[in-house]
């Protein structure tokens, strides 16, 4: 029920009523005040109850006044109401009603009845309740409340200072108490202390809060007590013992410590007064001040007084356990003061508490691995750890050399020591049963060395340090220690210590290792290790394992008692293992090899131990530097072990003493043996001490193995010696049994060891079991130390018969049998060694073992259930049979036999179910050489048939690969062509086999493939597998493929050609089989490596004429030199290839890099099709034509949507822009990208997803357009050099050139997007030098058509087809491809060039086909080059360039680039020719196309007049129409009339064309060109006139048409009615200025020749009739004459005479005479013509009104 309860509060307040009542009964007749204050107390509590409802509020309101009436009772001192009154105090105060007033007047009140010393237990009582029940004393009424306390405990009452002394022991509590649960409250507060002003003030609490401050007050108070100094809080203290101060310091430091690490004030207190006041204490001189109480007599001034330095030692153990981290140097100074108090120059007692000191600490290890962080690790820092391990080490070492005859103790030593020593003396040669009366000092456990005899007792339990000593707090002097007790101790601290350390590391270690598991398995999780904590480990175990080992080693040989020993022997196997654990080789070596010398007999020679030794005390010595320890430490090892007089031994019966100063003197002699060595002098004993160590070697091998690592060699060599000394021998499987030695009964074993020889034989061999859980390095480890061991057995074993150690050996068959699981890791050092150093030995033993050794580990692990299977796991299967193969390496002559034998038994045995062995018959069928001849290959190759006809099903498809390398080995070896090709068709069986069981192969494999994949996983390696990762069933194929692809290449060439076949008819068959990653490898390892190598032979094959084929085989000529043989090869490579890139390409295409596949196959094709050998090069084409067709043209924006676009060729491949400037190289990095964004102008960061296969695509096309390119380039590239007379060195074909030409077209389509000018240019030159390779001789009748058909050759053709998908590409392309079609023109007009002249090849002379005029062919003589007919390609040409023309005239790139012009210039040779053409219709067809081009060029030609683009095309057009209208070449004889009448009406079609397309538009037009063409219709209008009537003159006479037109024309532009600029004025005028001229020529040459006609005699018939015919003409052209002066004449008349000049005045004027002659002719025509041209100029008989001149007013 709590206090607080309404039934606690009803009770309380009838308790108070009552107490009162009581109190006023008592006082009544004495002390009425007090009665009366009783009675108004009953009332007050009655108003209080009746009035509140919180009760006990109010009543700790008014508590003074409630508590008044009892402080007065107590005031009367009468004893019974005092109690009454104090009791009644007691239940105010255990219900809180007390207030902070009450609580001041009730201490008063005790303290006055402590100072009247009345009821003194009361009064404790009662200060208890007040301070335990409540918070309300603080400050000065406590302090009161606690010197009260004090007073009491120095009365002289024994009950009253033991109760006082417990309850200041609480008070002090309770106020520390209150002290935490203040903190606790503010916790979440955190509120800014001012900062302090330095530590000036040591009083300046300020800072704390109510409890704190008295707690403060309180602890300082306690240290000026202990320091004899006044207190400054506890006012009124009369005495204080130091011994009870020191005891309150630490109960406060021990059970408070958060209060001094949470608040600095009191961090200031433990720093400035307590670490000083322990320190000036420790010094044994000082005096002590005592108070008035004699119940401490003080000590002598020079010796340590026990109580106190007892005491010190506790709080000093209190400050390190829990302020270490505060006082960091105060600490260094203490366990300096503590190692210093071990010296042995200290008294016994202060010896013997300093090492329970030490104990305590040593159970501590994370206080030690705090030393030795702090100490240790720092630069010029007291090594403290190590001081701490070395002095325990120096104390032990000087309790056997320096016993303390001060001590009390030890004057019994002689007489005791030596009775004991004589008990375990007898006990030790008595046997186990000796001590079995119970007797308390014979089995009591003891150390004996060199004499001295100290016993060992049980001192506390293990791992904590329970003292004794430091204890005795009631001892005032010192006690006497007994004998025994300080090692017994200092054992227990070492051994602690060892323990401590090595589980915290083995915890940490632990814990380290799941984080990394944890790391592992949650790679996302980053957990934090705290750095250098492996940094502190080592340093620990480095700073106290030189310690730790001289200390142990010492009590080792020491030790008399087994369990002692066996403690010592955990402890250094403990350390050994942690060390090995930390990587610290060399202490680990130096406990292990301390064990394995305790193991041996003494002076053992035992090298590799004795080197040890040497190394590890050169570590010692510079581990231990200048440590009190450093002289122990560098001389004790060595010698600890063993005593160091020379022991001899005899041998008497089997009783054997040791003679020696050493411990062994008292040792159990178990055992007497020979020491294993080369030459055995003598015997040695094994006690048994001896072999206790050697099971502990075995427990640490055993369980530790895994840290041993180098150490195997020390723990094998010694376990080697101990068993040759104890006679075990190997048996069957390796296990060591007792056995008899060869050499004699040199061994006596005594029955003891005799039952333990099975034993440890058992563990021995357990311990090699254990191999199997070590990982693989310390396995390595345990096998290279068998290994040195066994070589060492090896050497001694030379030279002699006798019986050698056979333990190396054994034991390594018996790890092995073990570990078969992980068989892989050993097998190879394992039966290595076997094989090389034992199966070898001259020694039969030796060698018989060895071969025992290795043949039970085959079979073990043939029938050893691996996992996967062996039949599934190849690799380890070949491991474990290697060895059977590598015994055919020792040299025996029989050995090859025997193998042969074994291998036909296995097969006999096991053929249909030999599943692992199969390699090893297929490796030893297939281990044929050219040089074993041919009989033995050919035995050999009959089993290979019989496996291949018989075994394939049977056998696991693991062997399948094998099957086919051993198959190729027999195709490739050179003794018997007929085998080779056999093996190739074995190979094709093998194939078909393949095909038919694939599902099944395929399944068994790819369980094979997860079993390696899984042991792969499981030891972390990748699997290893040839062209792993393709699938397994695919790498069977890529075998067949590869041995396939060595046969290609084989030096016959039979072997070439049937294994070319066999592999591409293999890969069409089968090869949908493969998986599609595995075509990578087939395309990149087989098929390029295959085109590589025969490209490589072919180039170099020799041409030298080969006679014959062997025997009576005759060869072909187009086989007869090697090149020729390789020539075949090489075509039926490359189609073969080409071929599945076309039935392939889907396929090939979803590979990552099909592209630069792609390359590579168009590389090959070039350099084939550039190879010399014409059979090459055009299978080379034919090829580059299969590939090229695999798509078909899509439009150029439409992208194929089926698997091309699944093509997987990655980004990196599409090189980035990179091709500099206009030019670009032709390699892959003139790259497709740019390509398809040089005609956007922008550069494309990267292609949107959906156009990447485009993009893709693009690449593999634009590829194949450089390879075009370079083809093209190199094989039209005329010769250098050389005239006529020397024959090229090779001129490509016209079926050559034709195919390579046809390959455009299909190609152009899917790069036209790209195409740039620069490509076109190329194109160009490509073409050009193809159409310009002339045709051998002896070619020409097959491919020339004959002369008399204008038939184009199929490369003319082709050509020609080229440039119309160009321009028709061109046309339909967007805008910017039109810049191309100059380019077009260009090209065209060059093959138009070719009609009147033929292009030359080089500097070669050709002999041309025919002779133009007379349509026939010329056959030469053989070895001659003849040029082609090219008319028909020239006009061809040109048709296509009027054509192309007429689509094309306004384009801007063709008006730029002056296309117009240049047709005009070409047109000119042909046109000028004329009669002269090498063909007449290249004239005819020349100058229709000039009309076409005109009348579509000429207007534009007008309308960009302004722009002066066509200024030069003026005077060309010009110069072509005047050497065509006027030409210098004569028509042929032969020409008809009517032929003639033909190509006149073709002039006249030119004057048409200048009359309505030049001359209306002459003002867009150049003065100088009309001025031309004004003179050339004037000079064509005129009849030419001569005086002889030749057959030519007729001629051009008969262009009487012609020369109308020109007339026509002239008049029609005479004048003009509106003269809208001056340039039409002025073509006005030129025109008149010319009509005025001819007519005026016309009329004289009339009258002429009327007057001659009127001369003339009378013609004959012939000339009648042409004469008759050239007076028509004449009299229609003068009556055309007139007319057009008539008309003239009205013009004149309508016309504004300003737009008329003087000359044409002049002019006109002027005909008027010559039309008066004419009136006297005879034509009744003419006289009407010419009557009605003389009437106008009855208009002009007077002069006009203003005169003009030249044309302006």
Known sequence: MSTSSPEAVKKLLENMQTDLRSLSMECKKKFPPVKEAAESGIVKIKTIAARNSDILATLKENSSEVVQPFLMGCGTKEPKITQLCLAAIQRLMSHEVVSEAAAG???????????????????????????????????????????????????????????????????????????????????????????????????????????????????????????????????????????????????????????????????????????????????????????????????????????????????????????????????????????????????????????????????????????????????????????????????????????????????????????????????????????????????????????????????????????????????????????????????????????????????????????????????????????????????????????????????????????????????????????????????????????????????????????????????????????????????????????????????????????????????????????????????VVLTAKNIQCMRTLLNLAHCHGVVLGTSWQLVLATLQHLVWILGLKPGVGGALKPGRAVEGPSTVLTTAVMTDLPVISNILSRLFESSQYLDDVSLHHLINALCSLSLEAVEMAYGNNKEPSLFAVAKLLETGLVNMNRIEILWRPLTGHLLEKVCQHPNARMREWGAEAVTSLIKAGLAYKHNPPLAQNQRLQLLLLNPLKELSNVLHADIRQKQLESVLQILQSQGDSLGPGWPLVLGVIGAIRNDQGESLIRTAFQ????????????????????????????????????????????????????????????????????????????????????????????????????????????????????????????????????????????????????????????????????????????????????????????????????????????????????????????????????????????????????????ATPVKDSAMPTDALAAMGVPPVLIDPLSAPGPGRPLLRSDSMLERLTSYNGAELQAPPPGEESALEDAALWWSAWNTWYRTGTDSTRPPSGGTGTDRPSFVPSQPFLTALVQIFPALYQHIKTGFSMEDLRKLGVILHGAVSIPISSDASPFILPSYTEAVLTSLQEAVLTALDVLQKAICVGPENLQVMYPAIFEQLLLFVEFSCKPPQYGKMETKHVANAKYNQIQLFTPAEWVALNYVPFAERSLEVVVDLYHKTACHKAVINEKVLQNIIKTLRMPLGLKYGCPSESTWKLAVSSLLKVLSTGLPVARQHASS????????????????????????????????????????????????????????????????????????????????????????????????????????????????????????????????????????????????????????????????????????????????????????????????????????????????VECITCSSSEVSSALKEAMGPFKDFMQPPVSRVQNGES
Not at 337 to 362: I, M, Y
Request: aromatic share 8%; with cysteine.
């Open 943 to 1190: 089993c290979l048939q019989l496996v291949v006809t018989d075994f394939l099903p049977t056998m696991p498809c693991a062997g399948l690969q094998i099957v086919v390398d051993v198959a190729g080995s027999f195709g490739l070896q050179n003794q018997e062509l007929n085998i080779s090709l056999t093996s190739i068709g074995l190979l094709w069986n093998i194939s078909d086999y393949f095909f038919q069981r694939g599902e099944a192969i395929t399944q068994e494999l790819e369980r094979e493939e997860a079993a390696l994949q899984k042991q792969a996983q499981e030891k972390g390696e990748p699997l290893n597998r040839p062209f792993h990762p393709a699938p397994p069933f695919d790498c069977l194929w890529l075998c067949l493929y590869a041995k396939l692809g060595q046969l290609c290449v084989d030096p016959r060439p039979a072997v070439r050609k049937s294994a070319g076949q066999t592999m591409f008819s293999t890969i069409a068959a089968h090869g949908t089989l493969l998986q599609q990653p595995t075509w990578h490898i087939v395309v990149w390892k087989v098929l390029f490596h295959l085109l590589d190598c025969v490209r490589k032979s072919s180039t170099t094959a020799d041409k030298e004429k080969i006679e014959s084929g062997g025997g009576n085989i005759l060869i072909h000529h187009s086989r007869d030199t090697a090149e020729k043989q390789w020539a075949e090869t090489w075509v039926l490579t490359l189609a073969g290839v080409a071929r599945i890139f076309n039935t392939r390409r889907y396929l090939l295409q979803q590979l990552g890099d099909y592209f630069k596949a792609w390359e590579v196959l168009l590389d090959h094709i070039q350099s084939a099709a550039l190879s010399k050998n014409s059979e090459v090069s055009l299978a080379a084409l034919k090829s580059f034509q299969e590939i090229l067709q695999i």
């Open 1508 to 1715: 002066r683009k066509f200024d030069t095309m003026w005077p060309e057009l010009a110069n072509a129409f005047k050497d065509f209208l006027f030409t210098k070449s004569t028509p042929p004889d032969n020409v008809s009339i009517q032929e003639f009448q033909k190509n006149e009406a073709i002039d006249v079609e030119v004057v048409q064309l200048i009359s309505t397309e030049i001359l209306p538009f002459a003002i867009f037009i150049p003065k100088d060109f009309v001025g031309q063409i004004m003179a050339m219709l004037n000079k064509g209008s005129i009849h030419s006139q001569s005086s002889s009537f030749t057959e030519a003159e007729v001629d051009v006479r008969m262009r009487e048409e012609f020369s109308k037109v020109c007339f026509e024309t002239l008049l029609q532009f005479s004048f003009s009615n509106k003269v809208s600029t001056p340039q039409e004025g002025y073509i006005s005028r030129m025109a008149l200025s010319v009509l005025l001229k001819r007519s005026q020529d016309v009329l004289r040459r009339y009258v002429d020749d009327e007057r001659l006609s009127g001369r003339c005699p009378l013609p004959s018939g012939q000339r009648m009739k042409l004469d008759c015919q050239l007076l028509r003409q004449q009299v229609t052209e003068i009556i055309f004459v007139l007319k057009a002066i008539s008309t003239l004449m009205d013009s004149l008349k309508k016309t504004q005479p300003e737009n008329v000049d003087g000359t044409t005045w002049a002019q006109v004027i002027a005909l008027y005479p010559t039309l």
């Open 105 to 683: 007047n009730i201490i008063n009140m005790l303290w006055q009845l402590m100072e009247n010393g009345l009821e003194e237990l009361k009064l404790l009582q009662t200060v208890l309740v007040l301070l335990t029940t409540n918070t309300v004393v603080h400050d000065q009424v406590l302090s009161k409340a606690i010197v009260l306390c004090f007073r009491l405990h120095f009365t002289k009452d024994n009950i009253t200072n033991n109760t006082a002394a417990a309850t200041v022991r609480q008070v002090v509590t309770v106020v520390f108490e209150r002290m935490v649960a203040e903190d606790e409250r503010f916790k979440d507060i955190v509120d800014q202390p001012p900062p302090v002003q330095g530590n000036t003030n040591r009083r300046s609490v300020s800072t704390l809060r109510p409890s704190a401050k008295d707690a403060y007050m309180l602890f300082q108070d306690l240290c000026q007590l202990v320091n004899a100094d006044a207190p400054y809080w506890l006012v009124g203290m009369t005495e204080m013992t130091r011994t009870f101060g020191l005891e309150l310091l630490e109960s406060v430091l021990n059970d408070f410590p958060r209060v001094f690490l949470q608040h600095q004030e009191f961090s200031f207190l433990l720093k400035e007064r307590v670490c000083p006041l322990v320190i000036k204490l420790f010094s044994p001189n000082i005096k002590f001040r005592q108070g008035n109480s004699s119940a401490a007599s003080p000590a002598p001034v020079e010796k340590p007084y026990f109580p106190i330095c007892m005491r010190l030692l506790r709080v000093v153990s209190v400050l390190i356990k829990h302020f270490y981290s505060l006082l960091v140097t105060e600490c260094e100074i203490f366990l300096s003061l503590l190692v210093k108090f071990l010296d042995g120059e200290k008294p016994q007692w202060l010896r013997a508490v300093a090492v329970e000191s030490v104990h305590r600490l040593c159970v501590q290890p994370h206080l030690l691995r705090s030393f030795c962080l702090s100490y240790d690790m720092k630069q010029h820092s007291t090594k403290v750890f190590r001081d701490i391990v070395n002095a325990l080490g120096s104390f032990i070492q000087s309790l056997f050399i320096v016993l303390n005859t001060g001590n009390p103790a030890a004057t019994n030593t002689s007489t005791g020591g030596s009775g004991a020593q004589g008990a375990a003396q007898g006990a030790a040669q008595g046997g186990p049963g000796a001590g079995g009366q119970g007797g308390s000092l014979t089995t009591q456990a003891a150390f004996e060395y060199r004499g001295t005899w100290i016993p060992l007792m049980t001192v506390s339990v293990q791992g904590s340090a329970k003292a004794t000593y430091l204890e005795m707090l009631d001892k005032v002097e010192p006690p006497s220690i007994p004998e025994g007790y300080a090692m017994s101790v200092a054992f227990s601290a070492l051994l602690d210590l060892v323990r401590g350390i090595t589980s915290m590391i083995e915890r940490a270690l632990a814990k380290e290792e799941e984080e990394a598991v944890h790391r592992e398995a949650n790679p996302d999780q980053n957990t934090q290790l705290e750095p250098g904590a492996h940094l502190v480990w080592e340093e620990m175990v480095s700073a106290c394992w030189c310690g730790l080992l001289a200390a142990l080693s010492l009590l080792l040989d020491a030790s008399t008692d087994e369990t002692a020993t066996e403690s010592i022997l955990k402890a250094e196997l403990t350390v050994a293992a942690l060390c090995g654990r930390l990587g610290l080789v060399t202490p680990r070596d130096a406990f292990i090899t301390a064990i394995c010398k305790a193991s041996l007999p003494p002076h053992y020679a035992l090298t590799v131990l004795s080197s040890n030794t040497a190394n590890l005390n050169k570590a010692k010595k510079t581990a231990s530097k200048t440590t009190p320890l450093a002289k122990a430490t560098t001389t004790h090892p060595p010698k600890m072990s063993r005593g160091n007089t020379g022991a001899s031994y005899s041998i008497q019966g089997q009783s054997v003493q040791i003679i020696s100063s050493s411990s062994e003197s008292h040792q159990q002699v178990v055992a007497v043996g020979q020491p294993l060595s080369v030459q055995p002098q003598g015997t």
